[in-house]
């Protein structure tokens, strides 16, 4: 069975990446969609090289940074050990073993997310946050996006995706059939190990702990059997908000993920997106594309109109998603180079002689490839 195989080429790469709690929660179940992501240090790259280059490596730093750029290694130190992630950290500190092995034989901490791509089709009976905390601040500024950018947003669909489907025998069911190809009687099976671990293990916090639905993501609509019309959409998981407020962000990072995958449904209309396999350079291009939109869009006076105490958030939002995956094919953007897109984003808007002029989508994009060697230097 084919089923999620098809996805890779729809789906937009999330708005953040899990880098060391992911590697504690990664599955045995394998999804039909295969992904993989691999990193690889400079130390590790500077291994395959001749000799003398490899020395050269370790005694001229101005030699060094130019091979890293050609390697498409940041060129400068990296840290993506940031305040958001430290904070999830924080929160599997009282995962016990038992856990743990539950969490990652029932592939639970994916549901969420595959629930959300293939049945959150519908912009109705939508709340944002785990009590509606974040649905009316998103509602307006979704609105207030399909009327910034000149493209065809109609059709796009805002949804949600809640940890609480994780408590939904159903739902899970239907997830585990096809988006892992199993047998209605083997989901069933792994349904009722997901229910029971919520109920053994209260530090799952009966689904939802924000690790399950860490995440948003913008999706390309598609017509498949056995999925049907799944329509273009943005997907807000609960847990990627929820932290952003833990750290201080509240105010300003809902709409600033919401803008940044509303980038990436411009990117899919105005075909932005690079053909063929994904790479690391390929997919920070339309990382930090996104960002930029976002920033645009959050600091324009016919947009967000966000004064200059709530810029200076909303650029540390895009801070806090950087990430040093350098060779891998999910590698968004160092953290430095995350803020450089947003601000120059900003300045783009924030320096316009005429305030009330909106670059089309298209400009936009024209502008920022023109910037693009700059940001990717910093």
């Known amino acids: 069975m084919k089923h999620l195989k098809l996805l890779s ?159 939904n025998r159903e739902k899970l069911i239907r997830t585990y059939v096809n988006a892992y190809g199993l047998s209605n009687a083997s989901a069933a099976i792994y349904a009722d190990r997901v229910i029971n671990a919520l109920k053994t293990y209260p530090e799952l916090r009966n689904g939802n702990h924000p690790i399950f ?51 990436h449904q411009v990117q899919f209309q105005l075909k932005l997106f690079p053909e063929g396999p994904s790479t690391p350079e390929g997919t920070r291009r339309t990382e930090l594309m996104a960002d930029a939109y976002s920033a645009y869009y959050l600091s324009h006076a016919r947009g967000a109109a966000m004064q200059w105490k709530r810029v200076q958030q909303f650029l540390q939002v895009f801070v806090n998603i950087g990430d040093c995956s350098f060779t891998s094919t999910g590698h968004h953007g160092t953290p430095t180079q995350r803020l450089a897109a947003a601000q120059w984003g900003y300045e783009l808007a924030n320096n316009a002689q005429k305030q009330g002029h909106i670059l089309s989508a298209q400009e936009f994009a024209s502008l920022f490839e023109v910037e693009l060697p700059r940001l990717v230097t910093m």
């Open 9 to 167: 080429a729809s789906l937009a790469l999330s708005f953040t990446v899990l880098t060391g709690c992911q590697k504690e929660t990664d599955s045995t179940l394998e999804p039909n969609a295969a992904s993989q992501s691999t990193q690889q240090n400079a130390t590790a790259l500077e291994g395959t090289l001749d000799p003398t280059l490899t020395q050269l490596l370790k005694s001229d730093p101005q030699f060094r940074d130019m091979v890293r750029r050609a390697l498409a290694l940041e060129p400068t130190p990296c840290d993506d050990d940031t305040p958001l992630n430290q904070w999830l950290g924080t929160q599997l500190t009282d995962w016990t073993p038992g856990a743990r092995t539950a969490v990652n034989s029932t592939a639970m901490t994916n549901l969420p997310t595959y629930d959300a791509l293939l049945y959150e089709n519908s912009p109705q009976n939508q709340y944002f946050g785990p009590n509606g905390e974040y649905t009316q601040r998103l509602t307006k500024a979704f609105k207030d996006l399909q009327r910034f950018w000149n493209i065809e947003s109609e059709d796009i669909v805002l949804v949600a995706m809640h940890g609480n489907m994780l408590q």
């Open 213 to 263: 639905t860490f995440n948003a993501f913008a999706l390309e609509g598609f017509t498949e059997e056995p999925f049907g019309t799944i329509p273009d959409k943005i997907v807000m998981g609960d847990g990627i908000m929820q932290a952003y407020t833990a750290i201080g962000y509240n105010d300003v990072a809902p709409q600033a993920i919401l803008a940044h995958e509303f980038g």
